[in-house]
């Protein structure tokens, strides 16, 4: 059984620029789940997606999008990159999109840092 | 306003000893946690998670122990092996209420075993 597995594992962008983070699920995992890991923090959920449609978000601002695509794997996009954007961005898949219920599996991440 | 709060950055052991981690939480609409252990470069990954309507739970050298009134958790390693050494997260679901799609983590605590 495959993990999560997501990519680029690092990347280095500018102020302004906009950036695409992939993650494919553990399979026969339907939904997906993005949170963001700040140098020293613990991590922060985004959103969750489930069936392709958007489930529920963090307080993270629009520029800050998603999709899920019929295999169930994710993309993270990140429109007009400020500083603060830098950090570990997790994907995590799960059986239901509960995550009490089923343990969430997370991917090793991708390092995001914001020149 | 941080929900689930670990307030000891870091903790160092001795091997074959018992470790102590720490949690409380302020929201008590959690009803669900979970303790995940993180190692550097890799995702953060399952322990043990415990119900509100319990108060202990065992997974084989691993026991977390809530305290529901003082809105309290703890992880007990027992006996503490070297391989342990990792970041522990805990975190905390609302699983019967309107926010049951995500996990809310604390900020981690370092644990050392030292041989």
């Known amino acids: 059984e495959t993990g999560v597995t997501q990519s680029p594992t690092h990347l280095i962008k500018t102020r302004g620029q906009q950036v695409t983070l992939r993650c494919s699920s553990q399979?026969?995992?339907?939904?997906v789940s993005w949170y963001q890991q700040a140098l020293g923090q613990g991590p922060q959920f985004i959103f969750q997606?489930?069936?392709?449609?958007?489930?529920g978000r963090g307080n993270f601002p629009p520029r800050f999008s998603g999709l899920q695509f019929p295999n169930y794997s994710s993309e993270l996009n990140v429109n007009a990159l400020e500083l603060d954007d830098s950090a570990l961005y997790l994907c995590?898949?799960?059986?239901?999109?509960?995550?009490?219920?089923?343990?969430?599996?997370f991917g090793a991440g991708s390092r995001l840092t914001v020149l | 306003d941080q929900q689930v709060k670990q307030n000891s950055p870091s903790l160092s052991v001795q091997e074959g000893r018992i470790s102590i981690l720490n949690c409380d939480y302020t929201?008590?609409?959690?009803?669900?946690f979970l303790w995940y252990k993180k190692y550097p470069a890799e995702g953060p990954t399952f322990l043990i998670s415990?119900?509100?309507?319990?108060d202990k739970n065992e997974d084989g050298r691993f026991t977390v122990f809530l305290n529901k009134s003082a809105k309290h958790l703890s992880l007990h390693i027992v006996p503490s092996q070297p391989g342990d050494s990792a970041v522990y997260f805990c975190?905390?679901?609302?699983?019967?209420?309107?926010?049951?799609?995500?996990?809310?983590f604390g900020k981690g605590t370092l644990l050392t075993v030292n041989p």
């Open positions: 415990i119900s509100s309507i319990k």
């Open positions: 399979s026969g995992h339907n939904t």
């Open positions: 929201n008590s609409m959690f009803d669900y």
């Open positions: 995590a898949s799960s059986g239901t999109k509960v995550p009490g219920a089923n343990v969430l599996t």
């Open positions: 975190a905390a679901s609302a699983f019967s209420g309107g926010s049951n799609y995500k996990l809310t």
């Open positions: 997606y489930y069936r392709e449609e958007e489930n």
